[in-house]
């Protein structure tokens, strides 16, 4: 079968789905799956390191831009969500097909809410008395991105499938906005061991591990992570 891949600045031997932030991003929320792919300038984002894996043959892996009947029931599920529905793709079907097909489906782009307004205004006219106050409010809008991926692909994996492959659009590519091509995986029993290409060397990393190791810096990271959000799922 296909080969995917797997960036990152952290050697591991092993999968895993139940904590996928590392000890070297704890700001960031963990997400519940593996993010495979086989765009070069994605993973070179992602990382120094880079893995290979091949999906078992008898895996249900579903690709959201050919499989218009899985696409549509997914859309469905989403939109019934009080988290779902305030994002601008869930609104019809032709939106949702848009929104899939571009990859900013799993960006959160959201209509008029009135919670998510009095969030974001409040976010944003939070005092900025520091450089740690203004890598605040830029983590907790990251983690709202992450949400809502965690949110999708909850979803998704609720449908009975081991994995699916769509599109993700990101503003911050190396020449501006563009779209990747991913496999995102939930069952651990039907994939492959990671292969590694290019391990990482973790021992470069130390001082940013002594860095999260700072009072301050862990009170900080709580403070991203007791941070409300106007959703739940």
């Known amino acids: ?36 792919s086989v765009d070069e300038e994605l993973l070179k984002g992602a990382g ?9 043959e008898d895996a249900r892996v579903v690709n959201l831009l050919e499989d218009s009947t899985f696409s ?15 994002h601008v793709g869930t609104k019809s079907l032709a939106a949702w097909e848009t929104f899939c097909s571009t ?25 900025e008395n520091n450089q740690l106050d203004k890598i605040f409010k ?6 709202f991105v992450r949400h809502w991926i965690e949110f999708f692909m909850r ?11 769509c599109n993700e659009h990101t503003q911050h590519g190396n020449h501006g906005p563009r779209t990747s091509e991913n496999l995102y995986f939930f ?8 292969v590694w290409i290019k391990k990482p060397d973790n021992s470069k990393l130390e001082v940013e591990r002594q860095t999260y190791e700072r009072g301050d810096i862990k009170s900080h990271i709580k403070k991203v992570h007791n941070y409300p959000y106007p959703f739940s799922y």
């Not at 549509?72 to 305030?86: C, D, Q, T, V, Y």
Request: hydrophobic content about 35%.
């Open 1 to 36: 079968m296909k080969e995917w891949y797997h960036g990152t600045n952290v050697y591991f031997e092993n999968w895993s789905t139940s904590n996928t932030t590392t000890v070297f991003k704890r700001e960031l929320i963990p997400h519940s799956f593996i993010s495979l």
């Open 48 to 56: 120094v390191g880079r893995c290979k894996a091949t999906i078992n």
């Open 72 to 86: 549509k029931a997914l859309w469905e599920n989403i939109r019934r969500h009080p988290f779902g529905s305030i």
């Open 103 to 127: 990859g900013q489906i799993l960006r959160p782009y959201i209509s008029e809410s009135k919670e998510y307004e009095e969030w974001e205004k409040k976010l944003k006219h939070m005092p």
């Open 138 to 143: 830029v983590m907790v809008q990251q983690n």
């Open 155 to 165: 979803e998704v994996r609720k449908m009975g499938v081991d994995g699916i492959i």
């Open 187 to 194: 069952n651990l029993n039907k994939i492959s061991p990671p």
